[in-house]
């Protein structure tokens, strides 16, 4: 150390010390030395003009190597949080697993270790090291109800609704009784997943436990009722909500939207507009899809005016979706041309095939094939673009191009989305793949799909096999339909729950016109209410009716 500061002083002198490598060294030496001196070492860094992430890493190591002074690597890292020119990479973390080690080891200090252990679960899932936040988690000896709320609530920020949702479980089966946060977190998880018993716990719960419900509580409460497939509670519920936050309205008006009702979804909108809220970008989305599901072009149009024109907001791909199909169904179809050609972007897949689709149902060949090219040239490995060009071609009875158009998909071994469906039983959900047989039940599940696909054939209904592209003969495709996912699901449905009962199913995908057609026969057949979110909207079966119209 002596020979470090003599080596020091005369970087200083020289003005040497300002090199940002130099001075890295003379810390690390002094940091983390045999000779280390971390009083010494903490005055160099405080000297440094703008530390580097090594020497924020290098200080925090060696206090986290400290046996009196473990808690100061913590300390330092929440003054590296507020360096905006840095950021913890994954030699950060080590240091401070090492630092919470050392303190929670010291019973009076368990309390803080638990702190500095949430810390690290929050870093972690920053960094997107997802495993490492899980194992500092499961490491715990002593769990508080914050760090409980940092997993819920961070897996079902990045996508792993699943695990939020067995991490909430997890909670109330070890006795750690959730709060507010711990609520609003799950919600989100519980909505995507379509859990409606789970959501419903947490309702009671919130009620019980006399949890006062304020709008953000409140919207996520609307929301998850509305995405599991309840959308009159959603409404009862929004009824007694205060409605001066924007996200409540917005909650409500895109859950009427998705279930299909329309009228409903413009009458809220207009009775946000009297409260003076300003509408979110969101909320427009959900009033133009209205717009077109009830063939209200005029209205379409003026919405979308009043959107850029009077509130200011920039139409998004999504809005602009909206319009063209909107506008190619009412058979306008140079107008919905005319906005993908003036786009202020590039058209992304889902406005190129409301064009495609419009020109199917209005026999448009010339833009069709226009509109073909382009979502060829964009998404040229989507087999939904190939068959909504292959059902164009279909409707004007040309034979050869759809012939033509299975073999370019075979040849370029286009691969097909797997269809994935799942519903909620006795609290469990089953999970079911178009072409997977791994339930426990199967045996029972094809056995009643066998006996569906019999009523089916006596009610007179016949498969509609134009969106299974391979090459094979009808009889084979009739078979492929027969075992989609969500008619998995709706015969687990059938065979585990009594008679009577709803059947809700989510799905990944957009449900096929077969299983559209079939689920309408089978609601009748069975007597059964049948709800099934795919990834556009619900569709409420009964009674041999669907809630859309058959528009979808």
């Known amino acids: 150390m002596r020979d470090l500061h003599q080596f020091h002083a005369k970087a200083i002198k020289t003005g040497l010390i300002r090199d940002p490598l130099v001075a890295a060294e003379v810390l690390r030496y002094a940091a983390l030395s045999d000779d280390r001196d971390l009083r010494y070492a903490r005055l160099v860094f405080d000297e440094m003009r703008e530390p580097n992430l090594f020497s924020w890493n290098t200080l925090i190591r060696a206090f986290s190597e400290s046996e009196f002074e473990p808690l100061q690597a913590v300390s330092m890292f929440l003054q590296m949080l507020n360096d905006a020119a840095v950021h913890p990479n994954r030699y950060t973390f080590p240091s401070l697993l090492k ?21 690290l679960i929050e870093g972690y899932f920053g960094l997107g090291m997802v495993a490492h936040a899980r194992q500092v988690f ?51 998880a519980i909505a995507r997943l379509g859990a409606l018993d789970l959501g419903e716990w947490v309702h009671l719960y919130v009620e019980k436990n006399k949890i006062v419900v304020d709008d953000v509580l409140g919207s996520a409460l609307v929301d998850m009722y ?12 929004f009824e007694g909500l205060p409605k001066n936050n924007p996200i409540t309205w917005s909650s409500l008006i895109g859950g009427l939207a998705m279930h299909g009702r329309a009228k409903e979804t413009i009458d809220y909108f207009s009775m946000m507009e009297q409260t003076g809220l300003t509408p979110t970008a969101v909320v427009f989305i959900a009033v133009l899809d209205s717009c077109g599901h009830l063939g209200l072009v005029d209205h379409g149009r003026a919405y979308f005016a009043r959107m850029t ?79 909504l060009i292959s059902n164009m071609f279909a409707s004007l009875g040309d034979s050869e191009l759809v012939a033509e158009i299975r073999l370019l998909v ?13 519903m909620t039983v006795d609290g469990a959900i ?16 094809y056995a009643m799909l066998e006996e569906i696909t019999t009523k089916l054939q006596a009610a007179g209904y016949e498969p509609n096999s134009s969106q299974v592209l391979l ?73 041999g009716v669907c809630s859309c119209n058959d528009y979808w």
């Open 226 to 237: 509305s995405k599991c497939g309840n959308i009159d509670k959603a409404l009862e519920l």
């Open 471 to 543: 090459n094979i003969d009808k009889e084979e495709k009739d078979n492929f339909l027969n075992y989609h996912s969500e008619k998995k699901a709706v015969a687990f449905g059938l065979i585990s729950t009594r008679p009577g009962t709803i059947l809700r199913i989510m799905k990944n995908l957009r449900v096929c016109p077969d299983c559209h057609s079939s689920l309408k026969f089978i609601s009748k057949i069975y007597c059964r209410s049948i709800v099934v979110r795919d990834m556009k909207r619900f569709h409420h079966f009964e009674n």
């Open 99 to 119: 630092a919470c080690a050392q303190s929670s080891s010291v019973s009076s200090e368990a309390e803080v270790g638990v702190v500095l252990q949430n810390v």
């Open 309 to 387: 024109k009077f509130y200011g907001l920039n139409p998004g791909s999504e809005h602009y979706a909206c319009m063209v199909d909107m506008l190619g169904r009412a058979g306008l179809l140079d107008e919905a041309e005319e906005i993908v050609m003036s786009l202020p972007m590039k058209p992304n897949d889902a406005i190129l095939k409301a064009l495609l689709a419009a020109c199917k149902i209005h026999g448009d060949v010339e833009m069709g094939i226009r509109a073909a090219k382009s979502l060829i040239k964009l998404a040229p490995c989507d087999e939904a673009s190939y068959l």
């Open 138 to 188: 499961d490491e715990m000896s002593t769990r508080s109800v914050i760090s409980w709320n940092a997993v819920i609530s961070r897996y079902a920020q990045i996508g792993l609704f699943q695990e939020s949702m067995d991490v909430f479980r997890q909670m109330l089966v070890v006795g750690m009784l959730p709060n507010y946060v711990t609520l609003v977190s799950v919600l989100p």
């Open 410 to 422: 075979k040849e370029l071994d286009i691969q097909k989305d797997l269809g994935c469906s799942w």
């Open 430 to 445: 089953h999970e079911f793949v178009t072409e997977d047989d791994q339930h426990p039940r199967a045996s029972e599940i």
